[in-house]
């Protein structure tokens, strides 16, 4: 074999190494396999889990070995989806075949979640996975990280906290109600990280007598972790991430607990605008199918704990107009970060801000449509847009859907269906329907008048 770092070791030709990947690579502690070309990496309690413990601990929350295991599940998924090239590592440029070998605590309990875990991540990333498990070396434990508080964690919600309008209208709500609250969220992008700390610091200067603190993740894997591998661009199983690092700390909590997900119902859906986006350009980051699975992920897990959507019949205008406190998320709306990719203005020199034309830019525009703060790159009406550019793209797409919707009245009551199964929800069915309905009538309010060519 030859040594890559202290620990690591690359088998090659080798008849029968422990534990087989495809490629012909052993896998180790905390290994993934690239199963395209020869490469591993370790993750073990470092990018970051071993921080986030240590934060848990300090903030009264008490991790155990579940803990420890889901955030290592989470990281190693994490890499996987963010340093294997699709265009390389894949036979159709897209869709890879990823492998992962994981040590866990409980080899029993996590070897009867292998069928779900993959499940949810064919559908979050549009990728072909197999999840296997093995006894973690408990040298990475609870007690090599930090001992636990003997106080009791004050929260009564764990809240998603992105940076992100919904994300911020879901912590406002929550602490205007007088609960007590923990935050958590995945500090990776610094534009992100910046948005969701200077939102943070707002509420916590706000909400003086309240009881709520924030928990983040910082997560980043270097390019080239995989030998010879470049890195990828999209982020699809991002909230594997988030979730894992959310259930992480309600495991802490020590009693039953649920994970809230503040996500408006119209991009929960996130119903295919066209016949090009059902699988490149549709995530499924909180759609009802994948926050189904992984609440039997837990009850398989014997976490006593669920991930709710409290605005899946809402669009985001409605979660905007029916925040409990408006004058606050008002002064806040300028620093929540909707953006997919806010660094854009940096190829024209000018600062980093919302584009204004990815699809996120245009579905906040169009909640915020009678009072919007925000400062966008593009004026949708100050000039007939290319949609041969990227600035066109996304609005030529909406275009069709909307004009799609009204030449068929009942379309939605069909298109629903087509990105994920709604079967665990039938008595949800109508009310989805009306959600996308609504949804698109508020961004065709946005683009009415917008000039957008070639058709």
Not at 191 to 206: E, G, I, P, R
Request: contains cysteine.
């Amino acid at each position: 074999g030859q040594l890559l770092q202290p620990g690591v070791f690359l088998w090659k030709n080798c008849s029968n190494p422990p534990i087989l990947g495809k490629s012909g690579v052993v896998l180790l502690p905390g290994f993934l396999v690239n199963c395209q070309k020869q490469g591993i990496f370790w993750a073990g309690t470092n990018y970051g889990i071993d921080n986030v413990i240590s934060s848990m601990v300090q903030l009264n929350l008490k991790p155990n070995e579940m803990s420890i295991d889901l955030l290592i599940v989470a990281a190693l998924i994490h890499a996987a989806d963010t340093r294997l090239d699709r265009a390389t590592e894949s036979q159709d440029g897209w869709s890879r075949e990823i492998r992962l070998v994981i040590p866990v605590s409980d080899l029993d309990l996590w070897s009867k979640t292998s069928t779900i875990i993959k499940k949810a991540l064919d559908f979050l990333t549009g990728d072909r996975w197999e999840i296997e498990f093995r006894a973690r070396n408990k040298e990475n434990s609870v007690k090599e990280l930090g001992q636990n508080s003997l106080l009791s964690a004050p929260y009564e919600k764990i809240s998603l906290f992105s940076g992100g309008l919904d994300s911020l209208i879901g912590a406002i709500n929550i602490l205007k109600s007088g609960e007590s609250t923990l935050l958590v969220g995945h500090a990776g992008d610094p534009l992100v990280s910046k948005s969701q700390y200077v939102c943070y610091t707002m509420l916590k200067n706000t909400y003086t007598n309240s009881k709520f603190n924030f928990l983040r993740l910082w997560m980043l894997f270097r390019n080239n972790l995989v030998n010879s591998v470049k890195s990828e661009s999209t982020t699809r199983g991002r909230s594997f991430l988030f979730f894992s690092l959310g259930v992480a700390a309600g495991i802490g909590l020590e009693k039953k607990f649920s994970l809230i997900v503040p996500e408006n119902g119209f991009i929960a859906l996130n119903i295919p605008l066209d016949s090009l986006r059902l699988g490149a350009l549709s995530t499924h980051t909180t759609h009802p199918f994948y926050i189904s699975l992984w609440n039997k992920l837990l009850e398989a897990l014997e976490i006593d704990g669920e991930l709710v959507n409290p605005y899946w019949d809402q669009t985001k205008r409605d979660m905007v107009k029916q925040c409990k406190d408006y004058d606050l998320l008002k002064n806040l709306i300028p620093k929540s970060l909707s953006c997919s990719s806010p660094s854009k203005g940096r190829w024209n020199h000018k600062k980093l801000e919302h584009c204004g034309y990815c699809l996120p830019c245009l579905i906040r525009r169009a909640s915020l449509l009678d009072d919007d703060p925000t400062v966008y790159l593009l004026d949708l009406h100050g000039k007939t847009i290319n949609t041969r550019n990227a600035e066109g793209q996304q609005i030529r797409s909406l275009q069709y859907a909307i004009s799609r919707q009204n030449k068929n009245p009942d379309l939605h009551k069909l298109l629903i269906h087509k990105p994920g199964s709604l079967m665990d929800f039938p008595d949800r069915i109508d009310t989805y329907a009306e959600v996308y309905r609504r949804g698109l009538d508020e961004v065709g309010e946005l683009l009415a008048g917008v000039k957008a060519k070639p058709l």
